[in-house]
């Protein structure tokens, strides 16, 4: 859902107002750059890095002229850095502004962003072609419809092998994977939410599920798709994976 926010930058950038009569009430209406409009979405990429295998990125460029930047060290503790501010257009540039400084900029050209060096010009050299971020398509809970309908509140799921987590909130979770002849069923127990992050233990006899759900951008990496969870799920001490999708308010 776009919200669209008055704000005042120089030069391009793009939330002005313009006053609109209506039986005699004036009122401010937000308008919004073209630019912007176009240029606002989720964009993700495997950009190199100077100390670890590579950087997995993903931006989210809102109208409202703010961004979510999100770098995951890939195989360097997997370390996830988090950025949220504000961005511009500047010269017909993106340019990530945190705390009045410049976080990064980049030159847009279709569906994607071409990250620049400290001048602002585009990175060359061998891996100059590899600092790209792609525009990325957020998974349509349409699909899962069917699932909300029936009072599923939260769906996580991961490949090799397949598996899936349901949580019905105030009635029971449910985890199926090929190693079990049928789903297992077992009642609600509440999570614990810290940092945005909510843990969910679940320990029997027989039984142990640890589940946990963070928020952060996710690729299944069998879809063109992008979740907005990460789900990792403990089984009996076999560890799964994946994305997830939020149906209803946990």
């Known amino acids: 859902m776009l919200s669209f926010t008055s704000l005042l930058f120089a030069c391009d950038n793009a939330a002005n107002t313009e006053t609109v009569s209506k039986d005699s009430a004036k009122t401010q209406v937000p308008v919004v750059d ?11 990429g495997y950009v190199p890095c100077a ?15 703010t961004y979510k930047l999100e770098e995951t060290y890939y195989k360097k503790d997997d370390n996830v850095v988090r950025t949220a501010a504000t961005w511009r257009m500047e ?8 705390n009045d400084k410049i976080r990064l900029s980049f ?37 899962l ?29 449910t985890f199926a994977s090929p190693n079990l002849k049928e789903p297992l069923s077992v009642p609600y127990a509440e ?11 679940i320990q029997s ?26 789900v990792t799920v403990k089984y009996n001490n076999k560890d ?7 149906l209803s308010a946990l």
């Open 34 to 44: 073209s630019a912007v409009l176009r240029t606002a979405g989720i964009y993700g």
């Open 51 to 65: 100390d670890c295998e590579g950087i997995i990125t993903y931006l989210a460029l809102k109208p409202d002229m």
């Open 91 to 98: 010269n017909g540039k993106i340019v990530l502004y945190d």
């Open 107 to 143: 030159l847009p050209e279709g569906n994607k962003l071409w990250q620049l060096d400290h001048e602002g010009n585009r990175i060359s050299g061998n891996l100059g072609d590899k600092y790209v971020l792609n525009k990325q398509e957020i998974a349509d809970k349409g699909r």
């Open 145 to 173: 419809k069917e699932k909300a309908d029936a009072g599923i509140d939260f769906i996580g799921h991961g490949n090799e092998p397949f598996w899936s987590v349901e949580i019905d909130k105030g009635n029971k979770i």
């Open 191 to 201: 999570g614990v939410l810290t940092n945005n992050i909510r843990e969910y233990h």
């Open 205 to 230: 006899e027989a039984t142990k599920l640890d589940i946990i759900i963070s928020p952060q951008f996710c690729s299944d990496g069998m879809s063109d798709f992008l979740y907005e969870y990460r």
């Open 240 to 246: 799964f994976s994946g994305c997830g999708t939020m």
